[in-house]
C-alpha cells in the first residue's frame, strides 16, 4: 500500500449532462466534464464562460461613492488641484498605484503617487504621510488597495482639510472611515454584483468611470494584480485576467517587455502561471526587501533603458528575497519542531524581515498544514508585525476578529491576514487562536484536502482533450485548474530523474494507451511504490513539447496505491538497506531459519524481530498497513501459509529470502539412484562411505552428497546400519516408500520452497502470495 498525503474529494459527475455538452460544443469527454463539474446545465451559459467578453463588465457607478467620488477628482483635475495616489506595496498595490497615477495623469491631473515603506512606515494610510502631503499643497488622496481600516487616518486628513477618497477591496472593520468617499464592493451598504474585486480591480472600475469607458489600455495592469492577489477568477475577475493576459502577450508596456527578459517569459506562451509565478513574486519583491516606489517606476516608465534598469534591479531584489525566505522558513521550521505541533502555529524571531514573513507562514502552512503566523519582532519598541495564513476550515480573520484586545492593527481575509501587536501579548493570542481553532475546526480539516474535478480513463487523456481544457482559463481562485483522476492504473516505467534525483519519472499504461507522468519533488515515492503496482493518480494534465514532439503529460500532485505491494529483494546484499527509509514502527522481520541468526544482528536495533524458530507465538502481530520484511526462507509452505493466516494481511512484503544453501541446484537422487545403489548393497553387503564414496561418485557421476544422501535416507528408513562410515544391508527389511523419511521429505520440501519463493519470476511470486493472501479473512486483533 502506499496512502496518499491528501483526502480526496472525488466529485461525481452527471455523464447525460457530459455528453450532452460533448454534443452542443463539439468538446472532448474530458473538458464537457469540467463544465458539468463547474456548474453549468445549459449550453449557452458554458458558451458565454468559454467566450469571455466585455458583456460581463458592471457598471462602475453600481459601486457604492463612486459617483461621489469621480465629481470630486473631477473637480479636482479642472481646479489644478495636487491629487496624491496612496498605494500599496504589494503587486496588488502596486499595479492599482500605476494605474490611477497613469489615468489621472492621462485626464491632465497634477498627480504623485505614495507607496509608505513597509519597513518605517508599516502597511496602510499613516497620519505622516498625510501631513507631509498637506506641506506639499494635495488637497485629494486616493487611495488604492488599502485605506478600509484607517480610521484615525481619515479623521487627520478631515481635520487637515483633504479631501480622502478610499479604494480598497479587503474586508471592512466594524467601523467604516469617515472619508469624503469610500468605495469597496465588501461594505455591506454597497451592491455591486462582484464584491471579489482585487484593489486592482477596483481601481479599475475607478479608472473606468473617470474616462468613461473601460480602461482596455490598463487591461495588463488590472490581469497582473488581479491573479497575483488571489481573488476568485469568476465574473468580471475573469475577463479581466483573461483580456489582460492577452493584451500583455500581444503589447508590453518598457517596463513589463523589460521584467519578462529578465525572468524568462515568452509573451506568446504567457498564461496565469507565468504572471502569478514570475511576474507577481518580482513585483512583490521590491516592497518586500526595501521600497516598493522601483516597482511602480518600472510599470509607468516609458524609457525601455530606464526600465531595463530597473528590471535588473528588482530580479536582482527577488534573488535577495528568495534567500532570506529559505533562511527564515528553515529557522521557524526549527522553532515549530522545539514547540511541537498546536493547533495553531505561531512562531517569530527578532530581526526577521517583516517583508517576506507572509511567504514563510504560507511555507509552514503548507509543510505542517496549520494556520500559521509568522512575527518580526523589534525589541526596541516591543512590537511584532506579523502575517498569518489559513487552511480550510479556519477563518484567519474571524478569529482574529475575536482578539481584538490584542491587535490594535490587523485586516485581511478569511484565509490571510496582516497584524501589528505588543510582543506580550503573543502568548495570549496563541493561546486564545488555538481554543477557537479546537473549538471551531471539524476533525476532517486538519488533513490537507484535494479536490477531484475529473476522474479519466488514460485513454481520454489527449492533446486534443487537453487543448479543450485550456479553454477553461484562466484558473485560479474560484476557477481552479482542473484536478484529474486516474484510477488504478498500471506503471510501466517508474524512475527517478533529476540532477539530485528529487523528481519521479512514471509511464502510465492501460491497454494500448500510454501517458507520461512527472512529480516534481516526489522522487522519495520511488521506494515506495512497486514497478507492478497499480496505482491511482491525482494531478493536472499539461502538453509536453520537447524536440517536435507534442505528448499528453500528467503533473502529478498526489498518488496512492490500494493494494498489497510485493518488493523483490531476492539476491541483493543486504536487502534490508532498501527498506531503512521506512518508518521503523512498521517494520516487522520473519526469521524462520537459526543459521540466519549472525544476519539478522545487521538489521536496525529498531526494527521487530519475530523469531519463528522459536515456535509460535502467544501473541498476535497486526500486520495491517506493516512493511512485512521474509527474511529467509520458512520450513514449508504451510508455514508461510500458517503466519498470513494468523497474524493478517501486510501492506507491503519485502521478499529478501536469504540462504546459504541451494537444494534447487542439488542433485535430487531419482528412485532409479535408489534402486541401482540398493541392488549395489546387496551385491557388497557393506560399503565404507569415508573410503569409497568419491570413488563410486566419480565412477556413477554422481554428486558426493548424494552417495551421502542416499545412505541416511536408508538409514531413517530401517534399510542399513552406519558404523563408523561402514554402512551394511540389513537382511530383510520392512518395505517402506522414500517418503517416510524425513531427509528426503525435507530435501523435497526445501527444493520446492526454493523453487517456488526464490527462484520463481516476480509475477508468479506476486500471485503466489495473492493466493496465500486471499485465504487470509479473519480479523487479527493488534497487539
Known amino acids: 500500500m502506499l496512502t496518499s498525503k491528501a483526502r480526496w474529494k472525488v466529485s461525481e459527475t452527471d455523464e447525460l449532462k457530459v455528453n450532452y455538452f460533448s454534443e452542443q460544443l463539439g468538446l472532448s469527454k474530458i473538458a464537457s466534464r469540467f463544465l ?24 462602475p457607478y453600481l459601486l457604492k461613492d463612486m459617483e461621489k467620488a469621480i465629481e470630486r477628482i473631477k473637480e479636482g483635475i479642472r481646479n489644478e488641484e495636487k491629487i496624491l495616489i496612496f498605494g500599496d506595496y504589494d503587486a496588488d498595490g502596486v499595479t492599482s498605484t500605476s494605474l490611477m497615477f497613469l489615468t489621472l495623469r492621462e485626464l491632465g491631473a497634477q498627480v504623485g503617487y505614495y507607496v509608505p515603506n513597509r519597513f518605517t512606515e508599516g502597511y496602510g494610510p499613516n ?64 451592491f455591486y454584483p462582484n464584491p471579489n474585486l482585487a484593489g486592482v480591480g477596483v481601481a479599475g472600475k475607478t479608472a473606468h468611470a473617470l474616462l468613461g469607458e473601460l480602461p482596455e489600455k490598463y487591461l495588463d495592469l488590472i490581469a497582473i494584480g488581479t491573479i497575483a492577489d488571489l481573488v476568485p477568477l469568476t465574473d468580471e475577475n475573469r475577463f479581466f485576467a483573461s483580456a489582460g493576459i492577452r493584451r500583455l502577450s500581444m503589447v508590453q508596456r518598457p517596463g513589463l517587455k523589460a521584467l519578462m527578459d529578465h525572468c524568462g517569459i515568452n509573451p506568446q506562451e504567457l498564461t496565469e502561471e507565468s504572471v502569478g509565478f514570475g511576474i507577481g513574486p518580482r513585483l512583490n519583491a521590491a516592497g518586500r526587501m526595501d521600497s516598493a516606489d ?212 512514471v509511464t502510465f499504461k492501460e491497454s494500448t494507451n500510454m501517458v507520461d507522468g512527472i512529480g516534481f519533488r516526489m522522487g522519495e515515492l520511488y521506494d515506495e511504490i512497486s514497478p507492478h503496482a497499480k496505482a491511482s493518480v491525482v494531478g493536472k494534465l499539461s502538453i509536453n513539447e520537447w524536440n517536435g514532439h507534442v505528448k499528453p503529460q500528467v503533473i502529478i500532485e498526489d498518488m496512492k496505491v490500494d493494494e498489497w505491494q510485493l518488493f523483490d529483494l531476492r539476491g541483493l546484499k ?95 537422487p531419482t528412485r532409479d539412484h535408489f534402486k541401482w545403489f540398493y541392488a549395489f548393497l546387496m551385491k557388497r553387503k557393506s560399503f565404507n562411505l569415508k573410503d569409497n564414496a568419491e570413488s563410486l561418485s566419480a565412477h556413477k557421476g554422481w554428486p558426493v552428497t548424494a552417495v551421502h544422501f542416499i545412505c541416511k535416507v536408508f538409514f531413517e528408513l530401517g534399510f542399513v546400519t552406519i558404523n563408523n562410515g561402514v554402512v551394511e544391508l540389513k537382511d530383510s527389511p520392512e518395505k517402506k516408500d522414500l517418503t517416510e523419511s524425513a531427509s528426503y521429505r525435507r530435501q523435497l520440501e526445501q527444493s520446492d520452497i526454493e523453487d517456488k519463493l526464490f527462484y520463481s519470476s516476480n509475477a508468479d511470486l506476486k500471485q503466489l502470495f495473492e493466493d496465500l493472501l486471499e485465504e487470509t479473512t479473519f480479523p487479527v486483533s493488534a497487539e
Open 36 to 59: 458539468v463539474q463547474r456548474g453549468f446545465t445549459e449550453a449557452e451559459t458554458a458558451k458565454t464562460f468559454l467566450n469571455i467578453d466585455e458583456s460581463c463588465i458592471h457598471s
Open 127 to 190: 497620519e505622516g504621510a498625510f501631513r507631509q502631503a498637506k506641506e506639499e499643497g494635495v488637497s485629494i488622496i486616493i487611495t488604492v488597495d488599502t485605506g478600509i481600516s484607517a480610521v484615525y487616518e481619515a479623521q487627520v486628513a478631515r481635520e487637515l482639510g483633504i479631501d480622502l477618497i478610499i479604494t480598497d477591496h479587503h474586508e471592512p472593520p466594524p467601523e467604516i472611515p469617515d472619508a469624503y468617499a469610500v468605495i469597496n464592493p465588501k461594505q455591506e451598504d454597497c
Open 294 to 505: 522601483p516597482a511602480v517606476q518600472l510599470l509607468i516608465s516609458e524609457d525601455m533603458l530606464g526600465a531595463d534598469e530597473l528590471a535588473v534591479m528588482i530580479d536582482d531584489l527577488n534573488k535577495e528575497r528568495q534567500k532570506v525566505v529559505a533562511d527564515i522558513a528553515e529557522e521557524a521550521e526549527r522553532q515549530v519542531e522545539e514547540q511541537g505541533l498546536s493547533s495553531v502555529i505561531i512562531v517569530g524571531n527578532e530581526g526577521w524581515n517583516a517583508g517576506v514573513i507572509g511567504i514563510v507562514a504560507s511555507r509552514l502552512t503548507e509543510k505542517y498544514y496549520r494556520p500559521s503566523i509568522v512575527l518580526s519582532i523589534d525589541s526596541e519598541t516591543g512590537l511584532a508585525k506579523g502575517s498569518a495564513r489559513s487552511i480550510d476550515g479556519f477563518d484567519m480573520f474571524k478569529s482574529l476578529s475575536q482578539c481584538r484586545e490584542w491587535l490594535p492593527h490587523f485586516g485581511g481575509h478569511p484565509m490571510a491576514a496582516g497584524l501589528t501587536m505588543k510582543t506580550e501579548h503573543i502568548q495570549p493570542l496563541q493561546k486564545k487562536m488555538n481554543e477557537i481553532a479546537e473549538a471551531t475546526v471539524k476533525p476532517e480539516d486538519w488533513i490537507r484536502s484535494l479536490s477531484v474535478d475529473l476522474p479519466v480513463k488514460l485513454s481520454e487523456v489527449t492533446v486534443e482533450a487537453i487543448k479543450d481544457l485550456q479553454m477553461m482559463a484562466p484558473f485560479g481562485v474560484g476557477n481552479p485548474s482542473p484536478k484529474i483522476l486516474l484510477d488504478g492504473v498500471n506503471l510501466s516505467v517508474l524512475k527517478k530523474i533529476g540532477s539530485k534525483k528529487d523528481h519521479l519519472k
Open 574 to 668: 543486504d536487502p534490508w538497506q532498501q527498506m531503512e527509509h521506512l518508518t521503523p514502527e512498521t517494520v516487522i522481520v520473519t526469521v524462520w531459519n537459526k543459521e540466519s541468526g549472525e544476519m539478522v544482528k545487521k538489521l536496525p536495533d529498531n526494527w521487530k524481530v519475530l523469531q519463528m524458530t522459536e515456535g509460535p507465538e502467544d501473541t498476535v502481530t497486526d500486520l495491517t498497513n506493516k512493511n512485512v520484511l521474509l527474511f529467509d526462507l520458512p520450513g514449508s509452505m504451510e508455514d508461510l501459509r500458517e503466519f498470513f493466516q494468523k497474524h493478517g494481511k501486510p501492506g507491503r512484503i519485502y521478499a529478501a529470502f536469504i540462504h546459504d544453501k541451494d537444494h534447487f541446484f542439488e542433485m535430487l
